[in-house]
């Protein structure tokens, strides 16, 4: 009966190797870059054509890297540059394209003092010709107190489209 065990085991080893030897194949050797997934393509949508080209000219350095080993801080650092965006959605298309989805942000007031707006993102954007009428602010700004007001008056249903000027005055302690 041993004998009958060991010669399972070795017919059995045997076709495992035959199985692997006879699966695999060299192809993968003579041309590595070939069937690896490298990004050769990355589309950028949902700005200006001018954004776009310049949010596409920094993604430059994706190029020709493997598709699988992006990672979201690599694309993440550049998109925080840009205070025009609200959010973003970076997809990957296999086996070579990238596709940048940018929602831009809706601007909610004007700065008085210098040609800014501020964005529903509480950052300040470079006004470039704007016509939108939007309300202005004057004195001390701080954009996160500012959008939590605007919720505040939001939420008590308050019609801020008639609002047409908001003015910051700087808190003085001990006073009250």
């Known amino acids: 009966m041993h004998q009958l065990i060991g010669k399972k085991n070795k017919i059995i080893a045997y076709l495992l190797l035959l199985f692997i030897l006879s699966t695999t194949n060299g192809k993968f050797l003579e041309n590595p870059n070939s069937y690896a997934s490298i990004i050769k393509q990355i589309n950028v949508e949902g700005l200006s054509d001018t954004d776009n080209s310049k ?25 925080s540059k840009y205070n025009i965006i609200e959010t973003y959605n970076i997809k990957k298309i296999y086996p070579s394209t990238l596709r940048v989805k940018i929602k831009p942000t809706k601007f909610v007031a004007r700065l008085s003092e210098n040609n800014k707006l501020v964005g529903a993102n509480g950052k300040l954007i470079k006004d470039v010709g704007s016509k939108e009428i939007l309300p202005y602010i004057f004195g001390e700004f701080n954009s996160s107190d500012f959008l939590q007001l605007k919720k505040k008056l939001h939420n008590l249903n308050l019609f801020l489209t008639n609002l047409k000027l908001y003015i910051f005055f700087r808190q003085i302690d001990g006073i009250f």
Request: charged share 25%; glycine share 4%; net charge positive.
């Open 55 to 79: 949010i596409s000219n920094e993604l430059n350095n994706l190029f020709y890297k493997n598709i699988l080993l992006v990672r979201k801080g690599e694309a993440q650092k550049i998109m």
